[in-house]
């Protein structure tokens, strides 16, 4: 720029365009040739041109090729402060003489077919998960379907290279997309920590399923040395079926949760003849340590009571103090099999009924014993889920819900860079 140390008006502009031409990260031949600020309408529009006579063929790679015509399009971009900003472009075709196509050169700021920058993108990719895609779409005053496609873009083009081959230790759950509906089976890595992979059901073709997905990412089902799970027969029966090396573990979270509902079951039976008991439920099933002033006088009066609940609480205790305490299945097996006489004499129907499962499937439960393979690891990205439908009031279509939770926990390392990944700890490109 010649004349950049004046102050007459050429000058200025020259200078604004340049501005914008680094702003907008456009290098050579692409740069800002006109920039249109109209602030009464909200919005500044900037002319970007392709500054060259020749280019490559995107098709063969020939060098120089003539351009053939030009096709205008226009994307979003980022806003500038309040003003919603939009670039517009005439866009090149080649006529290559080489492979004698005519092709359209792709532009560096975003993505074929896609009417926003790659940046906008990415801001959508950044504040989708930590708000929700309806005030994300507010926020950005773009509709929320719009973004939704955006997102299931990013996230299958990013899952598709995604490697699953070092995957040893998986932890299978389940969520729903929306208050009682359809179950959504979700399938961690528990070493890494990441989600893998999410699919509707909950039977024994849902683990044949997500064999074949770990296939399709270079993972190897037979690799599989260990599956925490709960103790539905159709799982066990998928586990067998599908990852026949791996040692089947039940998770604590699912086994306590059982003694939990024994525990209900002792306390409703009982009620009826000792009233006294209405209004304990919350008491019973928290951790004394949470316990209010209320609740601990409560618990204190029902230890010395003389009822089945008073006996079922401590059963259930028991059991979570093993959870509690043994950290290998060699430290659980003696506690466990104590709990086990214990419960086989109770005089307690619903905790009979338990004894009699867990002992069924000792082995498994002994294996949730081994340290790191159990769903604990993945709690809380269990939680960010529950969270984010609460946030979305339920996911209306399942694929949304799929996307957001891979958005949210797999952990993807393939998704544009953030506009303002320098400043905030966002995924982004790795490679
Ligand atoms: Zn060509």
């Given at each position: 720029?010649?004349?950049?140390?004046g102050l007459s008006s050429r000058g200025c502009f020259l200078m604004i365009e340049t501005l914008f031409t680094q702003a907008l990260g456009l290098v050579a031949p692409w740069q800002v040739d006109e920039v249109i600020f109209k602030p009464e309408n909200g919005r500044i529009d900037f002319e970007v041109r392709f500054g060259a006579a020749v280019h490559a063929c995107p098709a063969c790679g020939a060098a120089a090729q003539p351009l053939h015509d030009r096709l205008a399009r226009s994307w979003r971009h980022l806003d500038f402060f309040q003003y919603e900003a939009h670039l517009h472009a005439e866009v090149p075709r080649v006529a290559c003489a080489g492979c004698g196509k005519v092709?359209?050169?792709?532009?560096?700021?975003?993505?074929?077919?896609?009417?926003?920058?790659?940046?906008?993108?990415?801001?959508?990719?950044?504040?989708?998960?930590?708000?929700?895609?309806?005030?994300a779409g507010r926020l950005l005053r773009v509709r929320s379907r719009r973004l939704w496609r955006?997102?299931?873009?990013h996230v299958g083009r990013?899952?598709?290279?995604?490697?699953?081959?070092?995957?040893?230790?998986i932890g299978v759950d389940e969520t729903a997309s929306k208050r009682g509906q359809t179950y959504i089976s979700v399938f961690y890595d528990l070493d890494a920590q990441r989600l893998l992979f999410a699919t509707p059901g909950r039977d024994k073709a849902t683990l044949g399923k997500f064999a074949s997905d770990l296939r399709a990412h270079g993972g190897q089902p037979t690799a599989i040395t260990h599956v925490s799970m709960d103790m539905s027969g159709s799982f066990q029966a998928g586990a067998a079926e599908h990852f026949p090396a791996a040692d089947v573990c039940f998770d604590r979270f699912h086994v306590v949760a059982l003694s939990s509902k024994a525990l209900d079951e002792v306390r409703r039976a009982e009620v009826k003849s000792a009233p006294e008991l209405k209004g304990t439920r919350?008491?019973?099933?928290?951790?004394?340590?949470?316990?209010?002033?209320?609740?601990?006088?409560?618990?204190?009066?029902?230890q010395r009571s003389n009822l089945k609940t008073a006996r079922a609480w401590r059963i259930k205790q028991a059991l979570r103090s093993i959870y509690a305490t043994?950290?290998?299945?060699?430290?659980?097996?003696?506690?466990?099999?104590?709990?086990?006489?214990?419960?086989?004499r109770c005089r307690l129907e619903p905790f009979k009924r338990l004894g009699r499962t867990i002992s069924k499937h000792l082995p498994g439960v002994l294996n949730g014993f081994h340290p790191g393979?159990?769903?604990?690891?993945?709690?809380?990205?269990?939680?960010?889920?529950?969270?984010a439908r609460a946030r979305a009031r339920g996911y209306r279509r399942v694929e949304n819900f799929i996307a957001m939770a891979y958005l949210i926990a797999g952990k993807l390392t393939h998704l544009p860079a953030s506009p303002f990944a320098p400043f905030l700890p966002v995924p982004h490109e790795t490679t």
């Open positions: 720029m010649e004349d950049n140390g092709t359209q050169v792709a532009v560096p700021w975003a993505r074929e077919g896609s009417r926003f920058t790659l940046l906008f993108e990415a801001l959508t990719l950044m504040l989708a998960p930590t708000m929700s895609v309806l005030a955006v997102i299931n873009h990013a899952r598709d290279q995604e490697s699953h081959a070092r995957v040893r230790a919350w008491g019973l099933h928290k951790k004394p340590a949470d316990w209010t002033v209320k609740q601990t006088d409560t618990m204190h009066w029902l043994a950290t290998t299945p060699d430290e659980a097996n003696p506690l466990l099999k104590r709990w086990l006489s214990w419960a086989s393979k159990h769903n604990g690891r993945v709690e809380a990205m269990n939680r960010a889920l529950q969270e």
